[in-house]
C-alpha cells in the first residue's frame, strides 16, 4: 500500500484541510499519516475562530519518524499559517525525500482574487518557496497571480493560462497545474504544464454555478491521491474534477446545504468506483 504524509491544519469544524484529506486519502486505498500544523474551531471564514499553532511540534514529531525510519511515497501540503512554518516545512520535505518520493504543494491561501483573512501578500510571496521544491503543485488563478506576480484576471484567453504556468514552472515546480479554469463557456476545469515534456494537458467538465468552500482541498486531496497511485496525469485530472463537480451536484440537491462546505461524504462511493473503473 502506498504511504502519503499530508502536512495541514485540523479545522475542527467546516470540512476542508485534514478532516477533508485524510477521509479521502484512505478511501482511496492510500495510508495516510497526518502532520497537523495548526488547530483551529473552525476554518479562518467564520468569525472568531480560535487557532492553536503546532509549529514548535512538527519537528520533534518528525524526528521521532526518522528515529522510527519511517517513510513516505508522497508528501501533500495544503494550508500552513506563518512564514516560519513554511520554511520548516520545506525542511521535512528535505528530510524525507528521496527520488521515488512525489512532493505535491497545493499552496492554499486564496480565492477569488482575495487571500484568506489569516495571510497578508508577503505571505503569499513566500509560498513560491515551497511551490520551488514540487514536483506538483495545483494554485487556483488567484494563488498563482499571488506566486508569480502576474495580474489576476476574471476574464482570460488560453494565451494567459499558459502564461501563467510558464510563470509557476519559473518557480520551480516541475508540474503546474492551475486550477479553477474555465477554457470554454459553461465549462470549468485544470490545466496543466510538464517542464520535462514540454506539453500542456488540461480536462474540462461543466461548469456548476455554485461556489463552495472547501472544494480547493476536494480536488487537492483527490488528486494528490490519483498521481500517488500512478494514475496517469489525464485520467488523474479527470478523476479529481468530476468528483469535485459530482459533490457539489450533491451538495445542491441537500436542502439546508452548508455554506461551509460540500457533503463530500455522499459521494465517496462514487469516487471509489471511478478509481475501480481506472484499474480494469
Ligand atoms: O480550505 C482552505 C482552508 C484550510 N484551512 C483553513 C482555512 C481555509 C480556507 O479558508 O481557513 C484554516
Redesign the pocket.
Known amino acids: 500500500m502506498k504511504r502519503i504524509l499530508t502536512i ?2 485540523i ?1 475542527c469544524f ?1 470540512k ?2 485534514l478532516t477533508v484529506a485524510l477521509p479521502l486519502l484512505s478511501a482511496m486505498g492510500i495510508e495516510t499519516v497526518i502532520l497537523p500544523t ?1 488547530v ?1 474551531s473552525t ?3 467564520f468569525k472568531g475562530f480560535t487557532c492553536k499553532d503546532l509549529s514548535d511540534q512538527l519537528t520533534p514529531i518528525t524526528n521521532h519518524w526518522k528515529q522510527e525510519g519511517i517513510t513516505f511515497d508522497a508528501i501533500y501540503t ?2 500552513l499559517g506563518t512564514e516560519e512554518e513554511i520554511d520548516t516545512v520545506i525542511s521535512i520535505i528535505k528530510t524525507f525525500r528521496n527520488e521515488h518520493t512525489l512532493v505535491f504543494v497545493d499552496p ?1 491561501m486564496g480565492d477569488n482574487g482575495k487571500l ?3 495571510f497578508d501578500e508577503h505571505y503569499a510571496k513566500k509560498n513560491a518557496d515551497l511551490c520551488a521544491v514540487a514536483d506538483l503543485a495545483d494554485p487556483n488563478l488567484t494563488e498563482a497571480s499571488f506566486l508569480t506576480g502576474l495580474p489576476y484576471r476574471e476574464t482570460y484567453t488560453e494565451a494567459y493560462i499558459r502564461e501563467m504556468l510558464l510563470a509557476l514552472a519559473n518557480l520551480g515546480t516541475k508540474t503546474p497545474i492551475l486550477t479553477g479554469v474555465s477554457l470554454k463557456e459553461g465549462k470549468t476545469g485544470a490545466m496543466g504544464y510538464d517542464t520535462e515534456t514540454k506539453e500542456f494537458f488540461s480536462y474540462q467538465n461543466d461548469r456548476i454555478p455554485a461556489a463552495y ?2 472544494t ?2 476536494i480536488f487537492s486531496s483527490v488528486l494528490a491521491g490519483a498521481f500517488v497511485l500512478g494514475i496517469d496525469r489525464t485520467n488523474a485530472l479527470k478523476v479529481a474534477a468530476d468528483y469535485t463537480a459530482q459533490t457539489i451536484d450533491e451538495t445542491l440537491k441537500n436542502p439546508d446545504n452548508p455554506w461551509y462546505g460540500v457533503d463530500f461524504e455522499a459521494t465517496i462511493p462514487a469516487l471509489v468506483s471511478s478509481l475501480n473503473e481506472l484499474r480494469q
Do not use: E
Request: with cysteine.
Open positions: 495541514q491544519d479545522s467546516g476542508c484541510s495548526a483551529l476554518h479562518t471564514l495544503g494550508y492554499a484568506y483573512p489569516a468552500h472547501g480547493g482541498d
